[in-house]
């Protein structure tokens, strides 16, 4: 536990549940606030459902109370899962941060390999530069490889949260998919991707095909499928409901209001 961390934690202006999960991060962390906790032991003690406790990790990065060093879902040689590793960050300053990276034993850890670096705003610009990868000028032996390196840069772009589960089956539904889903620029995949992200509100688990088959089905499929997760979130629908919706072609009874007003 940081004596430290937990009260920078205390001192943020965030309210209820993303106090809770903040304050529970800290409690957990290192003197300069590294840490890794689960989402199940963030919902665990935090009282809430794993779904809450996605969105307010996802607000609390959005604010910039804490920052994700390393992404979850690959393992160690050992075989070893591993989760998400953060900094709480908040009331620390740029300089007192990039001093951190060097007296924290995590940190030094999670900095040390390519796929441990942090996705912040001056390694997302730099990235931002690098050549889209255009299906078509990739070739059998190198398409598999390049779809994933893509899709997994454009998730630390978007600085998108996804549980291992819906990461491991949008990778292998990118690879499916390729040749519809190119290019892999953020203009492009952002709608798509951000719509992979809610399906951890209705429990998903599973093959993403019913997913993009909707979404790419016409040219009005990801329209249908975002007015279908919208209200599906706002009638508590489970991943059943949504595949059945998904399949049957039709849309939701009431659309999201700016669909509405753009149909008027």
């Not at 040390?112 to 059998?140: F, H, V």
């Not at 398409?143 to 996804?162: D, F, H, M, Y």
Request: with cysteine.
């Amino acid at each position: 536990m940081s004596h430290a961390a937990s009260l920078r934690a205390w001192r943020s202006t965030q309210k209820g549940t993303n106090k809770l999960v903040l304050l529970a991060m800290a409690n957990v962390a290192d003197e300069w606030g590294y840490c890794s906790p689960a989402v199940d032991y963030l919902s665990e003690v935090c009282g809430v459902s794993r779904r809450t406790a996605f969105r307010a990790l996802q607000k609390l990065e959005t604010d910039g109370d804490i920052r994700k060093l390393r992404s979850g879902g690959g393992r160690s040689e050992q075989g070893i899962g591993y989760v998400n590793g953060y900094q709480v960050v908040t009331g620390l300053t740029p300089e007192e941060i990039a001093a951190s990276e060097k007296k924290s034993n995590l940190a030094r850890l999670w900095l040390a390999g390519a796929e441990n670096q942090p996705s912040d705003k001056n390694d997302t610009e730099a990235r931002g530069k690098e050549e889209p990868c255009q299906i078509d000028t990739l070739n059998g032996d190198n398409l598999t490889p390049n779809i994933i390196a893509a899709v997994n840069r454009l998730i630390g772009e978007l600085n998108l949260i996804l549980d291992p589960p819906i990461k491991e089956s949008l990778l292998t539904a990118a690879v499916k998919y390729g040749d519809k889903l190119s290019p892999f620029t953020v203009s492009n995949c952002h709608p798509w991707l951000q719509a992979v992200a809610k399906l951890e509100d209705f429990n998903w688990r599973g093959d993403l095909g019913d997913f993009f088959d909707a979404w790419l089905e016409s040219d009005e499929g990801p329209e249908r499928v975002q007015n279908l997760l919208w209200y599906g979130a706002e009638h508590d629908w489970g991943a059943g409901l949504l595949r059945n919706a998904l399949r049957s072609g039709e849309w939701p009874p009431e659309l999201m209001p700016e669909t509405t007003e753009k149909n008027h």
